[in-house]
């Protein structure tokens, strides 16, 4: 059992690579969402056992929809399958991003608001269909469109109900944020990992913590 002596409350996950994996291996891209199942699976169960009380997992974004149908389409069956895994377990589901569209699942729109018990359980964030401009706009739609206080604005924002991600931890080697959750994530430490997420190992979210344990965290002070 990894015992550290500080755990991240809050930890952001962007599981990409997928379809780079899949060429690799000689599959087709949309081939590559279906062997992402399982490493979900093991993330979940892992992070579970550590005891982080909070998650949230970039799964589709607004910019993602410009794929092929196939890939699309690849893709929500995959994320279908997952969920209906995960929301038989202990956990609070919330699902960010845009509801309204044809792209977002009709099976997440009972999880768009936070349930009852949310503090009672450990936190899984979807966000699904969502994007950093959307996310910031909802700001503006949530209040009526009417003139906000400064102090107003992080209340009214689409992703109003996700903490602060202390640590954030991408597959794939890509070195960047790609709009995953802008406000939470300002002060995040952030660790790449070689390797493509469906070839997640445990190993690797240890290394992650590891690595986190160390890290100066001021928060900008």
Known sequence: MLK?????????????????????????KEDGYEYGIEPGKMLFEEVRKLGIPEVSIYIFTQENTFRPRKQIAAFQNAFLKFLNWIKNKDVSILAVGDASSPFFPEELKVFTVPQENREQKMKLNFLINYSWKWDLNM??????????????????????????????????????????????????????????????????LHEALKWYEVQDVTLGG
């Not at 962007?14 to 690799?24: E, F, S, T």
């Not at 994530?185 to 445990?202: G, H, L, N, R």
Request: with cysteine; aromatic share 8%; hydrophobic share 40%.
């Open 4 to 28: 550290l002596k500080r755990m991240p409350k809050h930890i952001g996950i962007i599981p990409d690579g997928n379809r780079r994996w899949a060429v690799a291996k000689g599959l087709q």
């Open 139 to 204: 700001a503006l739609v949530n209040s009526g469109n009417k003139r906000l206080r400064k102090q107003d604005i992080l209340k009214n924002i689409g992703s109003k109900d996700v903490s602060r991600v202390d640590l954030l931890i991408r597959w794939g080697e890509r070195r960047r944020l790609s709009g995953f959750l802008p406000v939470q994530s300002a002060y995040a430490d952030i660790y790449i990992v070689k390797e493509m997420w469906p070839d997640f190992k445990p190993c690797q």
